[in-house]
């Protein structure tokens, strides 16, 4: 299958600064990205989904100015947290599709975000 | 009511048991995947499925597209196959997400 990298893989932060998350398809060009949140014992929540250059189409509930998605190649996807709080603590998973001749959907191995 | 059922929420079984773990969906679908979440988080896209059946090795997908139902299958049933295991309903770019079932092989 696809391979889908996720960096960093966990990270700690402290209230008010900014995460960025970065995912990356190694073997396949993403033109499309789904990002997810998932919360505790709880079901991926979809939270936006981006095509290659152009703007992310955001669900309802999430603040496009608070998470700031950049789908500027068919390889990378970064997803920022800006200002972070700690209701955004959460497991981040991105979710590319796209060419290759895959058939199936690939996910990152996701970032776990601690804000304190 | 949810957009996609899963049923049942938690499962435990001992080694070596037949799993079914079924999931019911009120949308339009072109695809229906079944996912495996593991503990660390890590998720596996088992099948990806619009008619039948599919099988992997111990696992088997079918879905009935009338009855807007699948079913996913763990035959002889190991404790590695302890996962969170979720099916999502597959639509234009867009999927919903089950709730996941929580499934606990025991030895």
């Known amino acids: 299958g696809a391979v889908v990298s996720q960096h960093p893989s966990r990270v700690i932060c402290k209230s008010g600064t900014s995460v960025k998350i970065e995912c990356r398809s190694l073997?396949?060009?993403?033109?499309?990205m789904f990002w997810y949140r998932q919360f505790p014992k709880q079901s991926l929540m979809l939270m936006a989904t981006?095509?290659?250059?152009?703007?992310?189409?955001?669900e309802q509930g999430v603040e496009k100015d608070k998470f700031l998605i950049n789908h500027a190649s068919l390889t990378l996807s970064t997803l920022t947290v800006t200002s972070a709080h700690p209701e955004d603590s959460s497991f981040y998973i991105c979710?590319?599709?796209?060419?290759?001749?895959?058939?199936?959907?690939?996910f990152g191995p996701g970032t776990r975000l601690t804000v304190l | 009511k949810n957009e996609v059922e899963q049923s049942p929420q938690n499962l435990t079984a001992q080694e070596g048991e037949f799993i079914t773990i079924n999931c019911s969906y009120s949308?339009?679908?072109?695809?229906l995947h079944w996912l495996q979440q593991h503990p660390g988080g890590g998720i596996v896209s088992l099948f990806m499925?619009?008619?039948g059946k599919k099988k992997h090795g111990r696992l088997i997908a079918t879905i009935n597209i009338q009855e807007k139902h699948s079913s996913l299958h763990i035959t002889a049933s190991h404790p590695r196959d302890s996962a969170v295991y979720i099916c999502?309903?597959?639509?234009?770019?867009?999927?919903?997400f089950g709730a996941g079932t929580r499934l606990t092989v025991k030895p």
């Open positions: 979710s590319p599709w796209g060419r290759g001749g895959y058939n199936e959907q690939f």
């Open positions: 073997d396949f060009q993403a033109t499309t």
């Open positions: 981006s095509n290659e250059g152009s703007k992310a189409t955001y």
């Open positions: 949308v339009g679908i072109s695809a």
């Open positions: 499925l619009s008619s």
């Open positions: 999502a309903a597959y639509n234009n770019n867009d999927m919903r």
